[in-house]
């Protein structure tokens, strides 16, 4: 489905809430910029997408059970999602 993945950290739980949303990386332009989530929950929950000043860009719904890649338009971009259910881990995409 998404070819080899190369992991770039820890799977950790994505925040809550606005006001302690990720960006799962540092600020550093040599950071990767895609992400998967994976939603280990029983109810389906969504994913938030913010910029740097909080401001939502996106969100989507992740099922119950299901995994997604998303990529970040940069590397301060940040995540929240509605279920600590919800884990991030920042990967590379080997083709």
């Known amino acids: 489905m998404y070819g080899t993945l190369q992991l770039q950290g820890d799977e950790v739980a994505c925040p809550t ?3 302690t949303a990720s ?3 540092d600020n550093n332009p040599d950071e990767t910029l895609t992400m998967r989530f994976s939603n280990y929950g ?3 929950a969504t994913i938030h997408y913010l910029n740097s000043a909080g401001v939502q860009i996106g969100m989507m719904t992740l099922r119950a059970g299901a995994d997604i890649m998303l990529h970040k338009r940069r590397t301060y971009h940040k995540f929240y999602a509605s279920s600590a259910d919800v884990k991030a881990v920042p990967v590379l995409v080997m083709r």
């Open 23 to 25: 960006g799962f990386t």
């Open 17 to 19: 809430s606005a006001g």
């Open 42 to 44: 029983a109810a389906d």
